[in-house]
């Protein structure tokens, strides 16, 4: 089974930058995409970026020009770097992953999400 952990959200002031991690760990997977979603409070979950197996990226475009997202070298681990936040950047974000496992076939999990809050 694959599992998904998310983390660096924290307490931010505005004109700051994080950089989020989504790490999937499991045995016998391959993974097509990962992407990240925020849901901000009183709104609906958002879809952010997406990275592909082969490093091809997608941005919404509430996200082009301050949000970048990448992977690791061990390709498990895909990243959000989210610059100049604003207030309005304030969410849980939620990184899900799509890929193929040797055990159970095609899967899609998602993550328990990292708070980001941006505040001054």
């Known amino acids: 089974q694959v599992q998904l952990a998310e983390s660096g959200g924290a307490l931010v002031q505005p004109g700051g930058s994080l950089r989020l991690s989504c790490s999937a760990s499991g045995s016998m997977f391959s993974i097509n995409t990962v992407s990240w979603y925020r849901r901000a409070p009183g709104k609906e979950r958002e879809w952010v970026a997406t990275?592909?197996?082969?490093?091809?990226?997608n941005y919404a475009d509430s996200a082009k020009g301050r949000f970048t997202i990448s992977r690791a070298n061990t390709k498990n681990t895909v990243y959000l770097q989210i610059d100049n936040l604003k207030l309005e950047d304030t969410a849980v974000y939620l990184c899900n992953v799509q890929g193929y496992s040797g055990a159970s076939g095609p899967f899609l999990v998602w993550g328990q999400g990292t708070q980001v809050t941006v505040s001054s």
């Open positions: 990275i592909t197996k082969d490093s091809r990226t």
